[in-house]
């Protein structure tokens, strides 16, 4: 993943692909790699999934698993829970079932049971399961500027970050702010 806001480090390990997958889409100013279905399939053969070319509605499932992600992540950064977001990600998940595997170093994991797109999702939601158990999860945060919402992950010791890059997003918020209590008062 390239041109990360604020010159932030991307997620560590295998959380790096859920961060990519949900900037699939730049929200303020695009593009969505997952508006078209070759898009959607450049952005799995760039990450590795030799996938035949998936149909439209692998496509709008990948938005919809993509947006309940994000929304989630909107709740790493003090955002209401999203009981919908909660709930589209586990329907997804029944779809995608994982298996423990071992990779080329000997370490254990999880991995889809599956191939193609769905064992792309698999893969995308082991991560999470992986990212939990390891505590890291929580790091990965949406962006507070609702204009933004950019997945980036939380390295402050206190985990208090807020925005993907202060200089842009928090500038934007703290100058909104001032304006409007300067409106009020």
């Not at 919809?64 to 829970?81: F, M, S, T, V």
């Not at 599956?114 to 790091?139: D, K, N, P, Y």
Request: one cysteine or more.
């Amino acid at each position: 993943m390239k041109g990360q806001p604020g010159n932030r480090a991307i997620a560590p390990g295998r959380l790096a692909l859920v961060q990519s997958f949900v900037n699939s889409l730049n929200v303020e100013f695009g593009p969505d790699e997952f508006a078209t279905v070759e898009g959607f399939g450049g952005w799995l053969r760039r990450h590795g999934f030799d996938v035949p070319a998936p149909g439209e509605l692998d496509r709008r499932e990948a938005v919809i698993l993509r947006e309940a992600l994000r929304a989630l992540l909107r709740e790493h950064n003090g955002g209401d829970a999203d009981p919908a977001a909660r709930g589209t990600v586990e329907h997804v998940a029944r779809g995608c079932p994982l298996v423990v595997e071992f990779d080329g170093s000997g370490a254990i994991g999880l991995g889809p049971a599956q191939h193609g797109v769905r064992g792309a999702f698999a893969t995308v939601l082991a991560a999470v399961t992986e990212s939990v158990i390891e505590g890291s999860w929580q790091r990965l945060k949406a962006c507070h500027e609702h204009a933004c919402e950019w997945a980036f992950y939380d390295r402050s010791r206190n985990r208090t970050g807020r925005w993907c890059s202060m200089e842009i997003c928090g500038t934007r918020s703290k100058m909104r702010a001032y304006r409007e209590s300067r409106k009020r008062g």
